[in-house]
């Protein structure tokens, strides 16, 4: 063979080549724009895509405990009560005992409902933690338990805080006791045992994560003194109280049992 020949037999093959390899990449561009090839799954999952920090989201939560198990927060200004649970609570009510208050002398919120907030549930987070994770949207969390930012549509106003842990500003969002301590030691906490007081001292149902002008406001009050400012959410405010009025051997005093009665009533 000639070296011309050779010369344009080595062209016609590198031409060829070149048409080969275009083809291919015109093809393989073609079934990625229309979704035939999907992305790297494993380069997805890589490195690039896990980081680790200690502040979290709600997703890094622990398990559910007692105070973090119920529905979650919902729009207060909403009544989530129903005539069912109206008719439930006024039963309950007529059952409780009307007395008049024992006297308050001596009383010690620590010494009597134990200190705030302590983890009777023994998920490893406080009580305090508990409800702020269960009350609040958008919750940011410092490790497992501490929420450190979040978002809380009072159910005593219906009015929209932004909580932001520390000094300065953790006071905007507190944990009201439904049924205030100094309430039930004075209707019949005095004679449960140091336990059971710790035990409603924590319990889910008889707390609420609120704007802390309302809690200050409503101080050691009943339903014939203070009721929330939300009309909407009173209902659910005195089914609460009834319910754990009932549930912790409670009774009520005349004008309360009244107010709780109006209120019901009107569900």
């Known amino acids: 063979m000639t070296s011309r020949r050779r ?7 590198s031409l060829t080549s070149v048409l080969v390899v275009l083809a291919l990449a015109i093809g393989g561009y073609t079934l990625d724009a229309t979704g035939v090839l999907g992305p790297d799954a494993d380069a997805a999952a890589g490195p690039t895509a896990v980081a ?44 409780l005992p009307v007395k008049g208050k024992a006297a308050g002398t001596g009383y010690d919120r620590t010494g009597e409902f134990g200190s705030a907030w302590i983890d009777v549930d023994h998920n490893g987070c406080d ?40 000094n300065t500003t953790s006071t905007l969002v507190q944990i009201d006791h439904v049924v205030a301590l100094e309430n039930a030691w004075r209707t019949g906490a005095q004679q449960l045992s140091q336990s059971e ?16 002008r309302s809690n200050s406001q409503k ?7 203070w009721l929330p400012a939300n009309k909407a959410f009173r209902c659910t ?6 319910s754990v009025k009932a549930e912790y051997r409670l009774w009520v005093v005349p004008a309360e049992r009244d107010a709780m009665e109006r209120v019901l009533g009107a569900c």
Do not use: W
């Open 7 to 13: 010369r344009r037999t080595r062209t016609r093959i």
């Open 52 to 95: 680790t920090a200690t502040i979290g989201t709600e997703s890094d939560a622990p398990e559910p405990s007692r105070a973090s198990s119920p529905t979650g927060p919902t729009d207060p200004t909403v009544s989530t009560s129903t005539d069912a649970d109206a008719a439930d609570a006024r039963a309950l009510l007529a059952t």
């Open 127 to 166: 009580t305090r933690n508990d409800v702020l994770a269960r009350d609040l949207s958008g919750i940011v969390r410092q490790g497992p338990c501490k929420v450190m930012t979040g978002t809380l549509v009072s159910p005593y106003t219906g009015a929209t805080i932004d909580f932001v842990r520390g």
């Open 197 to 212: 007081r710790e035990a409603l001292a924590n319990d889910p149902s008889n707390l609420f994560a609120v704007d802390g």
């Open 219 to 225: 101080r050691s009050g009943d339903a014939a003194t």
């Open 237 to 242: 405010y005195i089914e609460h109280q009834v």
